[in-house]
């Protein structure tokens, strides 16, 4: 087996012929498995196979009986709960029965292995809590109760739990449970960032074969308690194999809906434009469109005025029917105060985005992405129907601060980014419109 | 629908509050009484509070003048048992709040209070026995009731919480029947209404020796909370997620128990059967400061002083016979109940 060939540096858990009965019934039959860094490992198997218990005994929270098991110098059935709790965390299935507890609070017990037994958490460690939230986006769940939650919200909030805990290695009982279409692919997105940035090991209960396909390295089959297949995922993940796993005839069909982030035109087709704001973003979209007169652009452009330093008002700008009107302007006219927002402007945004006119389109230009559309507002219905638009590549001006979120939320794979400040700004934009143009010509 | 809650930043706030709420409801509590002792008399006998004990201890009693005899005697030791039953109760019913996951818990629920109740009848029936020895009666059944419990949870061999709640139920309706046995045959002038009396509990036979035999091990139980006040978050996760996050829930939960059931038996011993105390407190304090044991554990212990306090206060002043304090808690903390349950429906647990 392919595993078997790592480091052995890098090998975190190990057990060999791992045993686990429950009422004279085997519900785990000589399991062997080794676990190294940086692998995205998925479980798969039918309801009952053994999944969960496996995990509960890799974590030593059930008794098992093995020839060897060893989780980085420790022996997990043996030691302390704190220095198991500090190598390994774990994502149980959402659940609902705690007390209404603040998310934050739900978080910071991450810590609860590195304090002291009679220690609280300090100041750092709810610190530490409130990086991790900002790092998966949930800032604005922090005080919020946990049980008033949704699926999704609570799935991320244990996530957030585990990476306070320890990133080293995360064990996760079927994460993508109960959650929507869009948010299973979020959390094992975010998995797989924990895997490729700081090489977490990630063991994964699955129920979507799919699941396994796009995100893990490895693949662990578990029929009854044994072993089927463990490896690669590719190799291990045949149609004969799962449809003998599942007692179902598996086949591959490309008739399926499945996210764009998966498919291979999809990567690169999305340039961000980085700049604060008033550093020229919209004028330098307004000088591509003049340069490519040949093309044919559509989106919207929102050249605005500018009073004490801060934008004033805005106009929204139909690039396709060149109509525009006023979009926005401050409540107060020394240039204080939210955006009121007019009701032609929005309606001429409307039509702008509308993803069923756009078919013909070579380049989608969004002025632009911002901190509305990150809170499911302003453009954001738009968004993800236009990325869905086989030809038509997409140029989004963003602030810098919310690159890294802008990317997340949409899934946005290999996105070229260019700072508007760059000297070489413009041609790097006419180089991504007319690489792109050869590609789809070809 | 957005619910939050406060993220206590700023605790010694909140503890201000409640330790100041405490210490004006003591202030108040040394005027009521039967005899009328005035303010200035009261905030004299605090200032000389040292000089008194002093001649006190040494047996000096006629020194002392009726004002200062009647608060250095009866309601001092009064009020301070009423602070440190109040504190013991309400703690640990936080406590055990907690270790079962269940806010509707109270602390007899394994037994405690009916063994202690048994224990007491049985000391009152016993010929010639005099209060020490029903304290002790109470205390020790009390704590049989509770192991009792324990080992038969033991016996099944479950670690699931809700297996000792079922044996709790077990026990304490056997002591529960055991008890009514030793009401029918106790003899219905004298036994039975010292018997029912005792039951419904009351502070009014508070002396110096009885509060400071009970005050080490309230504080002691108190300590022990409060230094794990942040596992008992973890541990009302349950078990595997306690155990995932580093800790180990069997033998803390075992721990945390006997240390409960002790505080408990001396308090029941100590004052008989107060009710509500340990219910409604830890649920008031978690209304308004949420769940988290960090803050709920001492203002839990201030809230519940100051409540058993005020109801104390009810109970020698209300009537020109004293009320059973138990009566008077029930009759103020079952309304409270009844409203934060409607108060908080659509919410959390209810």
Same mark, same amino acid.
């Given at each position: 087996?392919?595993?078997?060939?790592?480091?052995?540096?890098?090998?975190?858990?190990?057990?060999?012929?791992?045993?686990?009965?429950?009422?004279?019934?085997?519900?785990?039959?000589?399991?062997?498995?080794?676990?190294?860094?940086?692998?995205?490992?998925? %479980?798969?198997?039918? *309801?009952?196979?053994?999944?969960?218990?496996?995990?509960?005994?890799?974590?030593?929270?059930?008794?098992?009986?093995?020839?060897?098991?060893?989780?980085?110098?420790?022996?997990?059935?043996?030691?302390?709960?704190?220095?198991?709790?500090?190598?390994?965390?774990?994502?149980?299935?959402?659940?609902?029965?705690?007390?209404?507890?603040?998310?934050?609070?739900?978080?910071?017990?991450?810590?609860? =292995?590195?304090?002291?037994?009679?220690?609280?958490?300090?100041?750092?460690?709810?610190?530490?809590?409130?990086?991790?939230?900002?790092?998966?986006?949930?800032?604005?769940?922090?005080? !919020?109760?946990?049980?008033?939650?949704?699926?999704?919200?609570?799935?991320?909030?244990?996530?957030?739990?585990?990476?306070?805990? @320890?990133?080293?290695?995360?064990?996760?009982?079927?994460?993508?449970?109960?959650?929507?279409?869009?948010?299973?692919?979020?959390?094992?997105?975010?998995?797989?960032?924990?895997?490729?940035?700081?090489?977490?090991?990630?063991?994964?209960?699955?129920?979507?074969?799919?699941?396994?396909?796009?995100?893990?390295?490895?693949?662990?089959?578990?029929?009854?308690?044994?072993?089927?297949?463990?490896?690669?995922?590719?190799?291990?993940?045949?149609?004969?194999?799962?449809?003998?796993?599942?007692?179902?005839?598996?086949?591959?069909?490309?008739?399926?809906?499945?996210?764009?982030?998966?498919?291979?035109?999809?990567?690169?087709?999305?340039?961000?434009?980085?700049?604060?704001?008033? #550093?020229?973003?919209?004028?330098?979209?307004?000088?591509?469109?003049?340069?490519?007169?040949?093309?044919?652009?559509?989106?919207?452009?929102?050249?605005?005025?500018?009073?004490?330093?801060?934008?004033?008002?805005?106009?929204?700008?139909? /690039?396709?029917?060149?109509?525009?009107?006023?979009?926005?302007?401050?409540?107060?006219?020394?240039?204080?105060?939210?955006?009121?927002?007019?009701?032609?402007?929005?309606?001429?945004?409307?039509?702008?985005?509308?993803?069923?006119?756009?078919?013909?389109?070579?380049?989608?230009?969004?002025?632009?992405?911002?901190?509305?559309?990150?809170? *499911?507002?302003?453009?954001?219905?738009?968004?993800?129907?236009?990325?869905?638009?086989?030809?038509? %590549?997409?140029?989004?001006?963003?602030?810098?601060? /919310?690159?890294?979120?802008?990317?997340?939320?949409?899934?946005?794979?290999?996105?070229?980014?260019?700072?508007?400040? =760059?000297?070489?700004?413009?041609?790097?934009?006419?180089?991504?419109?007319?690489?792109?143009?050869?590609?789809?010509?070809? | 629908?957005?619910?939050?809650?406060?993220?206590?930043? @700023? +605790?010694?706030? /909140?503890?201000?509050?409640?330790?100041?709420?405490?210490?004006?409801?003591?202030?108040?509590?040394?005027?009521?009484?039967?005899?009328?002792?005035?303010?200035?008399?009261?905030?004299?006998?605090?200032?000389?509070?040292?000089?008194?004990?002093?001649?006190?201890?040494?047996?000096?009693? #006629?020194?002392?003048?009726?004002?200062?005899?009647?608060?250095?005697?009866?309601?001092?030791?009064?009020?301070?048992?009423?602070?440190?039953?109040?504190?013991?109760?309400?703690?640990?019913?936080?406590?055990?709040?907690?270790?079962?996951? *269940?806010?509707?818990?109270?602390?007899?629920?394994?037994?405690?209070?009916?063994?202690?109740?048994?224990?007491?009848?049985?000391?009152?029936?016993? +010929?010639?026995?005099?209060?020490?020895?029903?304290?002790?009666?109470?205390?020790?059944?009390?704590?049989?009731?509770?192991?009792?419990?324990?080992?038969?949870?033991?016996?099944?061999?479950?670690? !699931?919480? %809700?297996?000792?709640?079922?044996?709790?139920?077990?026990?304490?309706?056997?002591?529960?029947?055991?008890?009514?046995?030793?009401?029918?045959?106790?003899?219905?002038?004298?036994?039975?209404?010292?018997?029912?009396?005792?039951?419904?509990?009351?502070?009014?036979?508070?002396?110096?020796?009885?509060?400071?035999?009970?005050?080490?091990?309230?504080?002691?139980?108190?300590?022990?909370?409060?230094?794990?006040?942040?596992?008992?978050?973890?541990?009302?996760?349950?078990?595997? $997620?306690?155990?995932?996050?580093?800790?180990?829930?069997?033998?803390?939960?075992?721990?945390?128990?006997?240390?409960?059931?002790?505080?408990?038996?001396?308090?029941?011993?100590?004052?008989? $059967?107060?009710?509500?105390?340990?219910?409604?407190?830890?649920?008031?304090?978690?209304?308004?400061?949420?769940?988290?044991?960090?803050?709920?554990? +001492?203002?839990?212990?201030?809230?519940?002083?100051?409540?058993?306090? /005020?109801?104390?206060?009810?109970?020698?002043?209300?009537?020109?016979?004293?009320?059973?304090?138990?009566?008077?808690?029930?009759?103020?903390?079952?309304?409270?109940?009844?409203?934060?349950?409607?108060? *908080?429906?659509?919410?959390?647990?209810?």
């Amino acid at each position: 087996m392919d595993v078997m060939t790592g480091n052995s540096e890098e090998l975190l858990l190990s057990c060999v012929n791992l045993n686990f009965s429950h009422r004279e019934k085997h519900i785990l039959d000589n399991v062997s498995l080794e676990f190294r860094k940086g692998e995205f490992v998925a %479980l798969l198997g039918k *309801n009952g196979a053994g999944k969960s218990t496996l995990l509960s005994c890799l974590l030593g929270i059930l008794p098992s009986q093995s020839d060897h098991l060893e989780l980085s110098g420790i022996v997990p059935t043996k030691s302390m709960r704190t220095e198991i709790a500090r190598k390994v965390s774990f994502v149980p299935q959402e659940h609902d029965d705690m007390f209404p507890f603040a998310a934050l609070d739900v978080v910071v017990m991450g810590r609860t =292995a590195f304090l002291g037994v009679f220690g609280a958490p300090t100041a750092e460690d709810y610190q530490l809590a409130r990086d991790v939230l900002q790092e998966l986006y949930v800032s604005h769940l922090e005080s !919020r109760v946990y049980n008033t939650l949704s699926g999704g919200e609570k799935q991320l909030i244990l996530l957030a739990r585990a990476l306070v805990q @320890t990133r080293t290695m995360i064990l996760l009982d079927e994460p993508t449970n109960h959650l929507d279409y869009k948010n299973r692919y979020h959390i094992l997105a975010i998995l797989k960032k924990q895997c490729i940035q700081y090489g977490s090991c990630v063991v994964a209960c699955l129920h979507e074969p799919n699941h396994a396909a796009l995100f893990a390295d490895r693949v662990i089959l578990l029929n009854e308690g044994r072993i089927v297949a463990d490896g690669e995922t590719a190799a291990v993940m045949t149609n004969e194999r799962l449809s003998r796993l599942y007692g179902i005839a598996i086949g591959r069909n490309k008739q399926l809906v499945e996210p764009c982030f998966s498919q291979p035109s999809f990567a690169g087709k999305v340039l961000l434009l980085v700049g604060a704001s008033g #550093e020229g973003k919209t004028t330098t979209l307004q000088r591509i469109i003049e340069n490519n007169r040949e093309k044919s652009f559509s989106g919207l452009l929102c050249p605005g005025t500018w009073k004490n330093g801060r934008r004033y008002s805005s106009t929204a700008r139909c /690039i396709r029917t060149g109509k525009s009107t006023l979009f926005a302007v401050r409540q107060n006219t020394n240039g204080d105060g939210p955006f009121i927002f007019s009701s032609e402007g929005q309606e001429l945004a409307e039509k702008a985005l509308a993803a069923d006119k756009q078919h013909s389109s070579e380049c989608i230009i969004v002025d632009e992405v911002g901190p509305l559309e990150l809170r *499911n507002a302003g453009y954001a219905p738009h968004l993800a129907p236009l990325l869905s638009l086989q030809k038509p %590549l997409h140029i989004w001006a963003v602030r810098p601060d /919310i690159v890294e979120h802008v990317c997340a939320k949409w899934m946005l794979v290999d996105p070229v980014i260019v700072p508007v400040t =760059a000297d070489d700004a413009c041609s790097r934009i006419q180089r991504f419109l007319d690489s792109q143009a050869e590609v789809n010509n070809t | 629908m957005k619910k939050d809650v406060k993220i206590a930043n @700023t +605790p010694l706030k /909140i503890y201000l509050f409640f330790a100041g709420m405490l210490l004006v409801t003591a202030f108040f509590s040394s005027f009521i009484g039967r005899m009328d002792v005035g303010p200035a008399t009261v905030l004299e006998t605090f200032v000389k509070l040292p000089a008194l004990l002093v001649s006190l201890f040494y047996g000096k009693h #006629e020194q002392l003048t009726n004002d200062e005899m009647v608060l250095l005697l009866i309601r001092f030791p009064r009020i301070l048992l009423a602070l440190v039953v109040g504190c013991g109760l309400s703690v640990s019913g936080a406590v055990y709040q907690g270790l079962f996951r *269940n806010p509707l818990v109270s602390p007899d629920i394994l037994g405690v209070a009916a063994g202690c109740t048994f224990g007491a009848a049985l000391g009152l029936l016993l +010929p010639g026995s005099d209060f020490t020895i029903v304290r002790l009666c109470s205390f020790v059944a009390g704590l049989i009731a509770v192991g009792l419990a324990l080992a038969m949870a033991k016996a099944i061999n479950s670690s !699931r919480a %809700l297996v000792l709640v079922l044996t709790g139920i077990v026990s304490g309706s056997l002591f529960h029947s055991f008890f009514m046995i030793l009401k029918t045959v106790a003899d219905p002038y004298g036994q039975l209404p010292a018997i029912v009396f005792w039951v419904m509990g009351s502070l009014s036979g508070a002396s110096w020796l009885d509060t400071l035999q009970l005050c080490p091990v309230i504080f002691i139980g108190y300590i022990i909370f409060h230094l794990f006040r942040f596992r008992l978050n973890v541990l009302s996760l349950g078990d595997p $997620q306690a155990k995932a996050l580093g800790v180990n829930p069997n033998g803390l939960r075992l721990f945390l128990i006997v240390v409960s059931s002790f505080m408990i038996a001396v308090c029941v011993a100590s004052c008989g $059967q107060i009710a509500w105390v340990g219910l409604v407190i830890p649920h008031i304090v978690r209304t308004i400061l949420g769940p988290n044991h960090r803050m709920l554990i +001492p203002c839990s212990a201030m809230l519940g002083a100051t409540f058993l306090l /005020i109801a104390d206060g009810i109970a020698r002043s209300a009537l020109s016979s004293e009320l059973p304090l138990g009566v008077v808690t029930s009759l103020v903390g079952a309304p409270i109940f009844a409203w934060l349950l409607y108060k *908080n429906r659509n919410r959390g647990w209810t």
